[in-house]
C-alpha cells in the first residue's frame, strides 16, 4: 500500500498528446516521517503512523516529543490501516515520499471540505424551490413541507433534508489517476478535483 500525507496547493489544466485539457490538482507533500508501526499483537490492529507538517521543537509538548523519540520535530500524526504482510516493508524512522507513487496509479485522496456556513436547502442539497405562479409568494427558495399530517406520524422524520451547516466535512474521492510526480519539487498531481481549499492537508492512498 502507498499513502503519504500533503497540502493542497493549487488546480490547473494539463494537456494530453492528442491537445485535450485536463482538470488536475497539485498536491506538494514533504517526506513523512515513520514514527511507529503497529502490530494486530501488540495493538490490536495493524498501521503505520507517520509524521508531517514540521514545526519548532520548543513548542512540542513532552508527550509529542516522546513520540518522536529524536526523529525531528513535527506537530501533526496520522495512521494508515494497512494488512499485516505489508508491515514488514516499514520501520520507524523510514521517510514516505511522493516517488513512491508512479505515473498511471489510482488513488483515493481525502480531507476536509471547504466550510460554506449556513446555507439554505437549494444551495446545500440542491432542491429545486418553490413556483412564484398560483398564488404563492417569496417562495422561490423555500424547503416546502416537512411533515404534518399522515406523513411519518405527523413528525419531522429524522434525516430530512434541511438548512444547516454546509462543508467543513471530512470527504474522500475515489479513482483519481496520478498524472505527474516530481521528487524535486516534492509535487503530486492527481486528475480532477480533491477536497479542501488551497493549504488543506490531503491522504493520499494509492
Not at 514545526?55 to 508527550?63: M, Q, T
Not at 504482510?85 to 515520499?97: M, P, R, W
Not at 437549494?122 to 404563492?136: D, P
Amino acid at each position: 500500500m502507498k499513502f503519504i500525507v500533503g497540502k493542497k496547493l493549487n488546480m490547473t489544466q494539463v494537456f494530453d498528446g492528442q491537445g485535450e485539457a485536463h482538470a488536475v490538482t497539485v498536491i506538494e507533500a514533504s517526506p513523512n516521517v515513520v514514527t511507529q508501526v503497529k502490530k494486530a499483537e501488540t495493538d490490536g490492529y495493524s498501521a503505520v503512523q507517520v509524521a508531517f507538517s514540521p514545526a519548532k521543537e520548543k513548542r512540542l509538548g513532552k508527550s509529542i516529543k516522546g513520540r518522536l523519540k529524536n526523529l525531528g520535530a513535527y506537530g501533526k500524526f496520522k495512521e494508515f490501516r494497512i494488512a499485516p504482510e505489508e508491515l514488514a516493508s516499514f520501520s520507524a524512522g523510514q521517510e514516505v515520499s511522493v516517488s513512491a507513487f508512479k505515473i498511471g496509479d489510482r488513488v483515493t485522496v481525502s480531507g476536509v471540505s471547504k466550510g460554506k456556513g449556513f446555507q439554505g436547502v437549494v444551495k446545500r442539497h440542491g432542491f429545486k424551490g418553490g413556483s412564484r405562479t398560483h398564488g404563492q409568494k417569496h417562495s422561490e427558495r423555500e424547503a416546502g413541507s416537512i411533515g404534518g399530517g399522515g406523513r411519518a406520524g405527523g413528525r419531522v422524520a429524522k434525516g430530512m433534508r434541511m438548512a444547516g451547516r454546509m462543508g467543513g466535512r471530512r470527504v474522500t474521492v475515489s479513482g483519481l489517476s496520478v498524472i505527474d510526480v516530481s521528487p524535486e519539487s516534492r509535487t503530486i498531481v492527481v486528475s480532477g478535483a480533491v477536497p479542501g481549499r488551497r493549504g488543506t492537508w490531503v491522504e493520499v492512498r494509492g
